[in-house]
């Protein structure tokens, strides 16, 4: 997820992958994410609408370091929800939409000459521009979190 997040579309590809990852998985199955993202960052990826996971959270701290000054990773352990492919097949051409009004919002304000003009009520733009995390209105639901030292 990190190397993608650093690309080009980057949201866009991010979506698409997960959307794949759910769609290969059993429903029970297991999606592992090892990142340097903090939850706040990452979690808006792994609760899109059309996505259906449990997720359990854990940040591990590097040897002989704090949790405290940046030197953690963080694992995100994802189980496919009963129902998860029905609810990315209702939900999938929104979400797609709302990502790309975003993306195309952004080129525009960037100066980009040639933005998409593909408008969504809902949009990732809009819901920051009213203060709210995008795809995260019911908060972190069934996220745990734990630290581990390693040694």
Known sequence: MDALLCGEDSTHNVALMTKEVQRVLKTGGYYM????????????????????????????????????????HFIYLCRK????????????????KEIKFAASSIKALAGDPKPENTA???????????????????????LKTKQLQLQ
């Open 33 to 72: 994410v090892i990142s340097y993202g903090k939850p706040e960052n990452r979690m808006p990826h792994l609760q899109k609408a059309h996505l259906s996971f449990e997720i359990l959270n854990y940040t591990i701290a590097l040897p002989g370091k704090e949790f405290k000054d940046g030197s953690c």
């Open 81 to 96: 929800k009963e129902g998860a492919d029905d609810i990315c097949k209702k939900s999938w051409d929104e979400v797609e």
């Open 120 to 142: 969504a009520e809902g949009s990732d733009m809009e819901s920051k521009s009213k203060g709210h995390q995008p795809h995260c209105s019911e908060g972190p639901t069934n």
